[in-house]
């Protein structure tokens, strides 16, 4: 069974940086779209940045500027640097895998942005 499995999370303060990397624990073929999501507490799962294996990329507009979302479709393996962090980007963030008809998800890496 392939799972994703998220890295690099913690603690960190106001203004720093954090680098997540997730990786597929096991072969996976066809992979289209990776990409990014969190959730805060008491609220919604919501996209950070997505990436296609055409080049395109995606990001909320909460951390443009802020975050770069980069991948490498031959490895299965997908990252986020975040820079400039601030509290309200303290969330799980998942990292997930777009196949034709299938969807791949890690379990989360929790990030904790301190003021």
């Known amino acids: 069974q392939v799972r994703l499995v998220e890295s690099g999370g913690g603690l960190v303060q106001a203004g720093g940086s954090l680098r997540l990397s997730c990786v597929a624990s096991?072969?996976?073929?066809?992979?289209?779209?990776m990409g990014w999501y969190r959730q805060a507490p008491g609220k919604q799962r919501e996209l950070v940045a997505l990436?296609?294996?055409?080049?395109?990329?995606n990001y909320a507009e909460s951390v443009k500027g802020r975050f770069t979302i980069s991948g490498d479709f031959a490895k299965n393996t997908v990252a986020l640097q975040m820079n400039s962090l601030k509290p309200e980007d303290t969330a799980v963030y998942h990292c997930?895998?777009?196949?034709?008809?299938?969807?791949?998800w890690g379990q989360g890496i929790l990030v904790t942005v301190s003021s």
């Open positions: 997930r895998g777009q196949l034709p008809g299938l969807e791949v």
């Open positions: 096991g072969s996976i073929f066809g992979v289209n779209t």
């Open positions: 990436i296609s294996n055409s080049g395109t990329i």
